[in-house]
C-alpha cells in the first residue's frame, strides 16, 4: 500500500535554530498539507499546497515557516527561527484531489517529531 | 463553523459492537462528515466518510439521520488494536484538504 515518509522521524534542535521536515508524498497525489499536534492536544492544520503555491494556511502557519517542493518527490516544511513552543508532532499529508466535492481521503505519515529546547 | 460534540472516552471489550455518536447540530447543507482514526504517536488514518444514510465499508459502518444533526460511527467486533482515538469531522463538499481536528473520543479496548 502506498504511504507518505517523513523524515526525521524525531529531531531535537535549540531555540533560534532553523529547522527542516521532510515528506515523501504518495506518488501519484497533488495535494500537500502539513498538520502538527502538540502533545495531549488536537490536531491543527497548517497549511496546503498545490501546483507549487500555497492553497490555504492557518493562523499557526507565520513568516516562521515555509514550504517547499524543492523536487518531484519532496515536500519540505522548514521553520526558521524556532521556539519553544514548536515543539510538536508535525504531520505531512496527501491527497489524490484537492478543494471540492468528495475529494477522498487524506494519507498522513508517521509524523515527525521536534523538540525545541 | 459548525462544531461536533462527541464523548471524550469510551471502553468496550473485545468482540464487542461500539456505537460513538457525534452530535452535528449546526451541520450546514454542503459539509460531509468524516472519521478518522489515530493510534498514539501515527498520523491519523480516514475511516469513512458519508452525507446522508448509511455508508459501510470493511472496517465501519457510518449512520446518519435524516437531519443529520448526528452521526455514528459503529465498529463491529471490535479488538484491543482498536484502541485509538476517534475523530469525527465536519467538511465542506467532501475535501479532506484542511481538517478541522476536535478531540475526539478516546476509545479503550479491553481483554
Known amino acids: 500500500e502506498p504511504e507518505v515518509t517523513q523524515t526525521p522521524s524525531h529531531q531535537v534542535t535549540q531555540m533560534g535554530q532553523e529547522v527542516i521536515l521532510r515528506c515523501v508524498p504518495i506518488?501519484?497525489?497533488?495535494?500537500f498539507y502539513w498538520y502538527r499536534q502538540i502533545l495531549g492536544q488536537k490536531v491543527e492544520f497548517l497549511v496546503s499546497f498545490y501546483n507549487n503555491e500555497i492553497s490555504e494556511k492557518s493562523e499557526i502557519f507565520d513568516d516562521q515557516f515555509s514550504v517547499e517542493r524543492p523536487d518531484g518527490s519532496n515536500f519540505t516544511l522548514k521553520i526558521r527561527s524556532t521556539k519553544l513552543e514548536d515543539s510538536a508532532m508535525y504531520f505531512c499529508?496527501?491527497?489524490?484531489?484537492?478543494?471540492?466535492?468528495?475529494?477522498?481521503?487524506?494519507?498522513f505519515g508517521e509524523g515527525s517529531r521536534l523538540t525545541v529546547l | 463553523l459548525a462544531k461536533t460534540t462527541q464523548p471524550i472516552s469510551m471502553d468496550s471489550y473485545e468482540g464487542q459492537e461500539v456505537n460513538i455518536t457525534c452530535s452535528h447540530n449546526?451541520?450546514?447543507?454542503?459539509?460531509?462528515i468524516t472519521w478518522y482514526q489515530q493510534f498514539p504517536s501515527q498520523g491519523p488514518r480516514f475511516i469513512i466518510q458519508?452525507?446522508?444514510t448509511k455508508v459501510t465499508n470493511e472496517v465501519a459502518s457510518l449512520f446518519i439521520p435524516a437531519d443529520r444533526k448526528s452521526s455514528t460511527l459503529s465498529l463491529p467486533r471490535v479488538s484491543l488494536s482498536d484502541t485509538a482515538v476517534y475523530y469525527c469531522l465536519l467538511n465542506y463538499g467532501g475535501s479532506q484538504g484542511n481538517l478541522i481536528f476536535g478531540k475526539g473520543t478516546k476509545l479503550s479496548v479491553k481483554p
Open positions: 506518488s501519484n497525489h497533488l495535494y
Open positions: 458519508g452525507y446522508k
Open positions: 449546526n451541520i450546514a447543507t454542503n459539509d460531509y
Open positions: 499529508a496527501s491527497s489524490a484531489s484537492g478543494k471540492g466535492a468528495n475529494t477522498g481521503e487524506l494519507f
